[in-house]
């Protein structure tokens, strides 16, 4: 069984916005949403990084659990989605979520905000696979179609890498190797720092755990 | 049996009948449905070849396959 997973590689990507501009037209995102957006850290400075940011997937999903009218749900790839119908735009997920994945968009007079959107995988919502109704709420069932999220495929230096959770991964530990940056390029001191340089110590463990 | 005991009785009978008039205290009353599985297709116009629509492990080995087709470093060797 595939567990769907978005990987980004910070040192492809070329903040192109390929990804941001595939998603809008193969979903028909709305005017003030974008599913998917690239953010870039140190912007200007020699040496900036980028990375493409959407929903995560995660498997244990912060949105999921503060959502008030439980309109999410996962499928068995592993995917989070949610339902439009049930959804009644309240933005508790948006701020649950750590990556700003929720959006709104802003229609009406007094810009209401509507019902959330967030990326989907390109495996679309709740309706009956590949329907109309599904591709008017959602986009772009490209999952049941035996095709990858477009972002993902369309990304011109393969920073973004979409697909089962162990081949994105596989990849992405292939190029590090090929780097030669070995095995520190994993785990806490490539996330939070060493040390030595300053960086949060790891946190201790509580008592009484093994 | 003493008239004590009767009330005792009569009070431990009805506390454990209150219990059938708990209501349900689920959230909502509705699940969502996911719609049908991936690999379920259906088959389209745009559907790609290389699977069986509707076999789970045909779509699973291709999508493996796709996914791997990001990787340029097996089709053009290992670079940096």
Known sequence: MARMKFICDAER???CNGCVTACKAENHVPWGVNRRRVVTLNDGVPGEKSISVACMHCSDAPCMAVCPVD????TDDGVVLHDKDVCIGCGYCSYACPFGAPQFPSNGTFGLRGKMDKCTFCAGGPEDNGSQAEFEKYGRNRLSEGKLPLCAEVCSTKALLGGDG?????????RVVVRNSGSEVWGWGTAYGKP???ATPKPAKP???K | MSRSCWAVTLCAVAGMLGACG????ELTGRKIQGSAASWQGPATSFTVSGWKVGDESSWDAHMRVRAQA?????????SR
């Open chain 2, 70 to 78: 990001q990787n340029e470093q097996v089709r053009v060797g290992a």
């Open chain 1, 207 to 209: 008592e009484g755990t």
């Open chain 1, 71 to 74: 309109c999410f749900y996962r």
């Open chain 2, 22 to 25: 708990e209501r349900p205290q």
């Open chain 1, 196 to 198: 030595a340089s300053g």
């Open chain 1, 13 to 15: 990507c070329i903040e």
């Open chain 1, 166 to 174: 162990d081949v994105v991964a596989d990849i992405f530990r292939s």
